[in-house]
DNA sequence: CGCAGCCTTGACCATTATCAACGCTGGTGG
DNA sequence: CCACCAGCGTTGATAATGGTCAAGGCTGCG
């Protein structure tokens, strides 16, 4: 089994949230992710209790059943994070990217298994302390209820997405999706990067890895995409990818 | 379009969370929702902003899009969430039964509509003011991140369910749920109620309604079930239908 | 250079959707 | 009071979307 490399973090570095790009033009802290809503001197308190966690490609963040004590905020690369059937199918609930969290809303055991898709950094802490921190300052309390809000209503949209598209309109919103996150984070959101395999793509949009690349093959015929790079591609016509995603 | 009748809440009557079948066992307020972690004290300080709001079948209590201003906590009757694609596919998130809240986790608008599936009982109270009474009652506030939780889990599993399962692993998956649910009720787990149509149920489960008859009496013929009523069904054989679930 | 892993494309198949007919039930109005 | 009708449910026949199986190509790494 991989074993994640855990490096004391460098005292005053970057706050949870963090993210490779720099410091918040908002409040001055390098956070992307709690920047909004949560003051300096909070943040010095999550400094304290953070530690800096790199992973190799294919290591394991956190394993489904696994008592849910600690957070991790990425900093760099992304994470697929997934549900396993017994016969082995697979459920992706979600590609993680620079500034999500992971685990912020576990029950006693994560729910779910979380993996590297690719090398990355984060920032992990205990998530008892962050819970406690969370309840001497409102701001972070306010800040992590905006959080799991905001992830309830991805949930939904994706139930819709899983329950009620067809392939095209599946593969055409997780192209949208994608970009939207791009813009979120202030990268091009005319660039998709696809970390994932298409396999892993089939997996979280509910389909075969046959059907995600006939798919994107129809999309480049048709001019929509074009292929930028070996894992990324150009959105031609977003106005044609908003039609095909059917909302 | 239907309105919903309001009445005012009678002084001193059930806290939010409160259903027909009496107080809770364990604190003695009459909330099933809160009462595991929330003190008599914040009860009745919720009490004060609670209003009863009866609505009859098919009446709506939010639609997607409007202002979220209004928690409910349902009280009697069932209800269903839902969201709607252009052309109006539909697909229902959720079922609502006594216990269960809505809205909560919401952002400034309702990112789902919601109807009464029959008659519907439920207190209804000011978001913003539950949210600040939270603020002040760390127990609120922990109830609150915990229901949180138990909700984006549901959507998880549901998720899985809808990427990955079979129709017949999907039927079966939702008699087990409404089953576990009746049990946290505190109702009878062998005898499922289903106060929705087919068209509903195959709504939420991502599958025609003919599909959902056809796997309902495939069920009946190998004598997993037995329909006990005109909207009930026995669970005569709760083994087979774990297995048939899949998970 | 060769191999492993991933991607693409084609041919065929199966699960589930669609279309259709008909039965049941409960509510309404003659 | 009964007949009719609307809405829901069931079942059958057929169709289509996406899955399965298979072959071959590309890329990167040892």
Redesign the interface.
Known sequence: MPQATVLKFPDPGPCPGAVESGPCANCGARSLSVCARVTNDTLRSLNDLTEVVTLKTGETLVREGDAAGQVYNITSGSVRVY?L???G???I?GFLFPGDFLGL???DEY??SAEALEPVTSCRFSRRAY?DLA?QH?DL?GA???R??????A??????L????TAMERVSSFLIDLSRRNARRGDDPAIVRLPMTRGEAA????LTLETVSRTLSALKNRRVIRQSASDAYEILDADALGVLC??
């Not at 949930?155 to 819709?160: E, I, Y």
């Not at 997996?203 to 509910?206: A, E, M, Q, V, Y």
């Open positions: 549900k059937m017994a016969d199918r697979r459920q609930i809303g576990s029950g729910a779910f819970l309840n409102p309390e992590l209820l905006e799991s809000t905001t992830e309830l209503a949930a939904q949209d994706h139930m819709l899983l329950g009620r598209k997996d979280f949009l509910g059917g909302d």
